[in-house]
């Protein structure tokens, strides 16, 4: 084994004992604010991924990202006990009631016309396996539209951007089943197996780093299969690719569902650390953010990524709370962004990258030339 | 007589009005190493890819052995024995040398069944071999970015040689090559001879002299000759369309 290849095995386990070993570190409050820096970090894996693997740059991940939101959300919503105080003997959403035609039934199969659609969502299990199952199926399906025409690069940014737009859309103006723009809040706890994930509590905490700690294990793993290789091959040169017999479409399409299956876990766990999901998770300006965190960290770097993601917003909190840096942390961020692109275009993977690789080679001329006493000292 | 590994039929591509290929028919014998001369335009590289399905014919068929593969999708062609080494070479420039191989290397096309690390030693010594073939072996753990003009094209050759394909189309081999570079490449291609067939684009007569069994001249998109080399280099209408303008070098 290389030492290059040690050192990669040595920070993903450094990195996974960080965030296991974090909770003596803080308060409650504290772990719920870097429980979300978590999610963060599965969304920049998820990022890179696509980006820096596949060549895909996908500037509508909140899309997915907000389905699996929406989907945990809904089952959450119904276990609230405000759903359950509505008058109903099974819980029907409070929003649906304040804006019910007079004499509707409070009843979820008919208090709206598409009320019916909550029906499912009675069962926890319904809304977590939604939650990955639906973005799955729809990058999926998007994956097959677009890359089976062989549309690729900045093309695939723009319909992926104007898809999330348009879903963001449609939630909002599906008011009655979506509650619009004010989204779903007041949510229950996520339960599963008799534990109760209180968002404050260490279990889910715990829950997300170990969500983050597989998917990046997972991700690292799939890159290094030979279906990894060949989606490297064919962000270099579909054409080749193809003439060595891959079908190119097939291995971008799962590569882009893996992707968009990390975010909607990420959305469910966001859903259970912040207790409520909403239109903004598909704002474009969120989208972008995950880009810009991909690109700081690194984006051919899975744990570059994910690091990255948490790192940014890491800083960020500590800028606001000082009252004047607040406004300027979107110049900041630009300004990080553009000083990253223009500087070091593999972002700080690509650094720690560099930076090793100048130490091995040190010590392989260290080795070459024993006999030289500075260079044994200095080593 | 041999099997025909090759069959071009009539073959016609229209580009709006302008027929860069026209009816041409071409077959190649199992393990035969046919060499397609031209002048620039000639349409020899559009003829590669009607062959290799980058660009759909408009008349005319192609066969691989039996199998018709008319503007089939090039993974698909490529999957029925097809291989192809481009004008510009083209390998994986973020992946090492070795890698690149391997690439080729991956006889099972589809997804799932890539879901899986490493190789096997019968196919790592496969690498090897090309490695040691193409003479990249001190290059096996570096960027293909990084390699010279040369070296790229050798990686590309060795690619096909990895991928095995029944056919080998090879569209310029030794374009921008040094003459060190360009014997190199002949011993390459010699060594391919016999095991595949090959159809290669060449105007470095000195290689083509090399390497070739038999020539077919295309001119303005349309077959003007074939035959030996000595046969071609007599051949007064090549002598007037193609060689007259520069001569036999
Ligand atoms: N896609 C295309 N559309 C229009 N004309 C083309 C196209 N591809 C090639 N041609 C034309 O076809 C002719 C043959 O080109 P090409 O096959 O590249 O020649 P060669 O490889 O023999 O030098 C040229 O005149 C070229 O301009
Ligand atoms: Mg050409």
Redesign the interface.
């Known amino acids: 084994m290389s030492i290059e290849r040690k050192f990669q095995i040595a920070a993903y386990m450094l990195f996974i004992a960080v965030i296991f070993a974090a909770p003596v570190f803080g308060d409650e409050f504290w772990l719920n604010r870097i429980s979300k820096y978590l999610v963060y970090g599965m969304l920049g894996v998820a990022i890179a991924l696509t980006w820096g693997y596949a060549g895909i740059l996908n500037l509508g991940q909140g899309l997915f990202f907000g389905l699996g939101a929406y989907m945990l959300a809904m089952s959450l919503k119904l276990s609230s006990l405000t759903s359950l105080q509505q008058g109903s003997d099974r819980p029907v959403p409070d929003f649906m009631l304040w804006n019910a035609e007079p004499g509707a039934p409070t009843e979820l199969c008919c208090i709206n016309k598409g009320s019916f659609l909550w029906l499912p969502f009675q069962s926890q299990s319904v809304g977590l396996v939604l939650g990955i199952v639906l973005p799955v199926v729809i990058a999926g399906a998007l994956g097959m539209l677009v890359f089976r025409k062989r549309i690729s690069g900045v093309f695939v940014s723009i319909i992926t951007l104007a898809l999330v737009l348009l879903v963001r859309l449609v939630m909002v103006d599906a008011q009655p089943v979506t509650n619009g723009f004010n989204g779903l809040t007041d949510l229950g706890w996520l339960t599963i197996g008799g534990i109760e994930f209180d968002p404050y509590s260490r279990a889910t905490y715990y829950l997300c780093a170990a969500c983050l700690s597989l998917t990046l294990i997972g991700a690292r793993l ?1 890159v ?4 990894g ?2 989606l ?2 064919i ?3 579909h ?10 479409s ?2 971008q399409v ?1 590569f882009f569902v893996i992707s968009a299956g990390i975010a909607g876990v990420a959305g469910m766990l966001y859903v259970v650390v912040a207790e409520f999901a909403s239109p903004t998770f598909m704002d474009l300006s969120f989208s972008v953010t995950m880009v810009v965190w991909a690109a700081v960290g690194g984006r051919s770097s899975l744990l570059g990524a994910c690091i990255g993601a948490i790192l940014i917003n890491m800083i960020e909190a500590e800028v606001s709370e000082t009252e004047a840096l607040v406004e300027a942390w979107k110049a900041i961020i630009g300004l990080i962004f553009v000083l990253v692109v223009l500087f070091m275009p593999r972002g700080l993977g690509g650094v720690a990258h560099d930076v090793l690789r100048w130490f091995v080679r040190r010590r392989k001329l260290g080795k070459a030339f024993p006999a030289l006493p500075q260079q044994s000292e200095a080593l | 007589m041999s099997a025909i590994a090759l069959t071009i039929d009539g073959l016609s591509v229209d580009f709006g009005g302008f027929r860069a290929v026209n009816n041409v028919s071409i077959t190649v014998f199992d393990g035969e190493l046919r060499v397609l001369l031209g002048a620039n335009g000639a349409g020899k590289t559009t003829l590669m890819d009607l062959v290799s399905g980058k660009t759909h014919s408009t008349q005319g068929k192609v066969f691989v052995y039996d199998t018709d593969i008319t503007n089939w999708p090039e993974h698909r062609i490529a999957r029925a024995g097809i291989g192809r080494k481009f004008q510009i070479p083209s390998v994986f420039r973020d992946l090492t040398v070795r890698q690149n191989l391997q690439v080729a290397n991956c006889r099972n096309p589809s997804v799932l069944a890539n879901l899986r690390f490493g190789f096997s030693r019968a196919e790592a010594s496969r690498v090897d071999d090309v490695l040691a073939l193409t003479g990249l072996e001190a290059e096996h753990g570096m960027m293909a970015a990084y390699l010279s003009h040369g070296q790229t094209q050798w990686l590309e050759l060795g690619m096909l040689i990895v991928q095995d394909p029944k056919v080998v189309l090879l569209d310029e081999p030794t374009a921008g090559m040094t003459q060190a570079e360009t014997r190199k490449t002949a011993q390459i291609i010699n060594n391919l001879k016999g095991r595949h067939t090959i159809l290669v684009v060449e105007h470095d007569m000195g290689f083509v002299r090399e390497i070739a069994e038999r020539i077919t001249v295309l001119h303005l998109g349309e077959v003007l000759a074939e035959g030996s080399v000595e046969d071609i280099e007599r051949n007064p209408k090549v002598r007037e369309a193609y060689l007259g303008s520069k001569g036999i070098s």
Do not use: K, P, S
């Open positions: 799939i290094e299969t030979r279906a290789m060949i490297q091959a962000r270099d040169d054409v080749r690719a193809r003439y060595l017999g891959f079908d190119v097939l291995y799962f």
